[in-house]
């Protein structure tokens, strides 16, 4: 089964723009891309999707380019509330699964 | 709406024990998945359906059965437990439709097999 790959972990300060970029070299043409936030102790939660340039809601910001075969999440001013680990699975929001990865465990920290 | 609904939140089982895992969504959605989550690691994916009737295999499907009688449940049964069983298990709902909202996740039930 095709997966995503993004890194493992990162880590940044209260108030800075994280960004955290994720690899989708096997993605379907009619494959939405989508986010996932997980704390711990809870099931995902869906934060974003998108299918080409930019998309923004109120909780971040999605970048995919012509290619589609990558997306940058990009998180801006985070908290210590945003300590958490994000996932990009493969297979769009529309797809009959969904198959996530290791995820990107994000640190803040004040 | 309630979402998607686990239950147990929490069990625990000796050694070739066996027990269904309950998961119900009142959304109406086709698509239903369970996934296990090992501490520290991510989400793999055990089996799914994508309607009444019909399901299929994950990625780690060995020592699960799954059946999909409703649109609304999908249990997972545990036929004969193992500590390697020992996870959180999470169901999670979606919809073939036009979905702004990504899949849906229940809160989880964390089996501990002794």
């Known amino acids: 089964l095709a997966k995503t790959t993004q890194p493992i972990s990162m880590d940044s300060y209260e108030g800075q723009e994280v960004n955290i970029t994720c690899s989708h070299n096997n993605i379907a043409t009619n494959d939405y891309i989508t986010w996932y936030q997980q704390f711990p102790s809870q099931g995902p939660r869906f934060i974003i999707q998108g299918y080409k340039t930019k998309v923004t809601n109120e909780v971040a910001s999605l970048f995919i380019p012509a290619d589609r075969k990558s997306s940058t999440l990009s998180l801006p001013r985070v908290s210590l509330s945003d300590t958490a680990v994000y996932y990009c699975p493969h297979g769009g929001s529309s797809a009959s699964k969904i198959i996530f990865g290791s995820g990107t465990r994000l640190s803040i920290r004040p | 709406n309630a979402g998607v609904t686990q239950t147990p939140k929490f069990q625990v089982l000796k050694t070739g024990q066996s027990m269904t895992l309950q998961c119900a969504q009142d959304m109406n959605h086709e698509y239903m998945s369970w996934y296990r989550q090992d501490p520290g690691m991510g989400l793999r994916l055990i089996h799914y359906?994508?309607?009444?009737?019909?399901?299929d295999q994950g990625e780690v499907p060995n020592g699960y059965n799954v059946s999909r009688s409703t649109t609304e449940d999908f249990p997972l049964r545990l036929l004969s437990a193992a500590p390697s069983q020992t996870s959180v298990y999470f169901c999670a709902s979606g919809t073939r439709g036009d979905n702004s909202e990504g899949y849906t996740f229940g809160s989880g039930t964390r089996l501990t097999v002794v």
């Open positions: 359906s994508v309607g009444a009737g019909i399901t």
